[in-house]
């Protein structure tokens, strides 16, 4: 079945039918708790974020995944043990904000290219009749406010553009960060990639901006494959056997402070 001609359903509460089936068709339930036959979405970690709404994602380019109602950006994780902290919310709220504007700043370009582009017209047809040297100079000169208007607005929406996709990696890295968590076991990017259902390269890309912030450990195995694992120095290990004997979300506290940091960093 054609993905665009999934149904998505909104406002579907709740737990599935019985033997886990979609109560809407009765179609299987993916690992994300998702109908393949329908596309109605079950469970709170299928709450976006944005508008509050259960239901589905959709890949799509440059905010990776989206939210199927409100368009905003998300990022999937298909395995039911791994405890999510939402500590990327905030990031990819500001994610969504940064491309909003971008995308306000393209149609600025965009209008003022276009009347500058009429008002050129405008003005050689007016020089054609011969108005004078200085009159002709004159109305070019004028012509080129418009022209940098645009040059200036389409600057301002590749800034966005780059401030979006700063935030959209540090979100993704401290929704990683929860899946290398769980366990405290190693992870391979392909087991990543597997629960993020991004691909192998972007997995690789994610652990790396992850390892470079020393929020993580590689290791290479004895097949030469990179492993990562959370990062022993970003641990915090219990005083009494009656604590955890490593607290999970340590290593994420100082990301999710860079990361909000950054977002809340005016552009230039």
């Not at 393949?36 to 299928?46: I, L, M, P």
């Not at 994610?206 to 195995?221: N, P, Q």
């Not at 994420?252 to 230039?268: F, G, N, V, W």
């Amino acid at each position: 079945m054609d993905p665009e001609s999934k149904v998505v359903n909104a406002v579907l509460v709740g737990t599935p039918a019985p033997g886990g089936r979609c109560k809407v068709c009765g179609g299987t339930l993916s690992n994300s708790l998702c109908c393949d036959q329908c596309g109605a979405a079950y469970g709170e970690k299928n709450r976006c974020p944005h508008c509050r709404s259960i239901a589905d994602i959709e890949a799509t380019e440059p905010l990776r995944f989206r939210c199927r109602v409100c368009g905003g950006p998300r990022i999937p994780i298909d395995d039911h043990d791994v405890v999510r902290t939402s500590r990327e919310v905030p990031v990819l709220k500001q994610a969504r904000k940064a491309h909003v504007t971008r995308a306000a700043w393209a149609v600025a370009a965009g209008v003022m290219g276009g009347l500058g582009v009429l008002s050129l017209l405008a003005t050689l047809l007016v020089i054609a009749f011969g108005p004078g040297l200085l009159a002709s100079v004159t109305l070019l000169a004028a012509n080129l406010v418009p022209f940098v208007v645009a040059a200036l607005a389409w600057r301002k929406s590749k800034q966005q553009g780059k401030h979006r996709d700063q935030l959209l990696d540090d979100a993704w890295s401290l929704a990683a960060s929860d899946v290398l968590a769980h366990g405290g076991q190693e992870l391979e990017a392909q087991d990543l990639a597997r629960v993020m259902r991004i691909d192998l390269a972007r997995a690789e890309q994610v652990l790396a901006h992850l390892s470079a912030h020393d929020f993580v450990h590689a290791r290479v195995t004895d097949e030469g494959d990179l492993a990562y694992s959370v990062s022993p120095s970003k641990l915090r290990v219990a005083a009494t056997t009656d604590e955890p004997a490593v607290d999970e979300l340590a290593e994420q506290d100082e990301a999710a402070e860079l990361a909000r940091a950054r977002a809340d960093k005016p552009e230039p």
